[in-house]
């Protein structure tokens, strides 16, 4: 069965240090997203991409959050300047038309 | 917010079938009615997904009311792996003004824990 991979699953970075993480989604996907996980709360959305550009953010989102799909197979998360409450698992989703999400197994990020 | 309402746990019996409620009581006529679960701290896992007649895959069957303000996830012979937290989303479908982007809104949904 299909998987979305993401990579590395667990990232340990200091507070204000640049981390990407990577996703590799369904081939034959379209829509391509990240939600994250803080410990005993819910999923949330952060970003959907489609069509090689964001369609919807949420306010979680900030300047210091950017994606991008390089080469057609990855999909990345860039936060900037990590701060602690970036803390969180995240998750990456990949999907096609009227189908349910596949989501990677995520990437447990912790800032120190 | 999630437009649904879930028990926040309960208990089943494993061998025995596992019947999840949920509430979503103000769902659009074209929305669909989605089921995931999260075991541990994995990614969310889809299972099923209907508009307003029953499904049955080969993880569960979804039960829709007729007025469509409920419905009810059913696993049917629940084992120890079933053990998990299971969300209930409401979604609209894949159309010309949302191109697909409909994101999904998790709960806090119902933890499910089967007992041996």
């Known amino acids: 069965e299909p998987e979305v991979t993401q990579t590395p699953s667990h990232q340990v970075t200091q507070m204000g240090q640049e981390v990407i993480l990577r996703c590799v989604p369904i081939?034959?996907?379209?829509?391509f997203y990240w939600y994250r996980q803080i410990l005993g709360q819910k999923v949330e959305f952060l970003v959907s991409f489609y069509n090689n550009e964001i369609s919807e953010k949420s306010e979680i989102f900030d300047d210091q959050f950017s994606v991008e799909r390089p080469d057609g197979s990855n999909f990345t998360l860039k936060i900037r300047s990590t701060k602690l409450e970036d803390s969180a698992m995240y998750f990456c989703?990949?999907?096609?038309?009227?189908?349910?999400?596949?989501f990677g197994s995520g990437t447990r990020l912790t800032v120190v | 917010d999630a437009k649904t309402t879930q028990p926040p746990s309960m208990d089943c019996a494993e061998g025995r079938a596992a019947n999840l409620p949920c509430n979503h009581s103000t769902i659009s006529g074209n929305e669909y009615v989605y089921w995931y679960r999260q075991i541990h701290s994995q990614g969310p896992q889809y299972i099923i997904h209907g508009l307003k007649n029953n499904e049955t895959n080969e993880m569960a069957s979804l039960i829709i009311t007729e007025d469509r303000k409920s419905s009810t996830l059913i696993l049917p012979h629940a084992t120890l792996r079933d053990t998990a937290v299971y969300y209930c989303i409401v979604r609209s479908p894949d159309n010309r003004s949302n191109f697909g982007n409909e994101k999904l809104t998790f709960g806090t949904g119902t933890r499910l824990t089967i007992i041996p």
């Open positions: 989703a990949s999907r096609s038309v009227n189908y349910g999400y596949t």
């Open positions: 081939s034959n996907h379209l829509y």
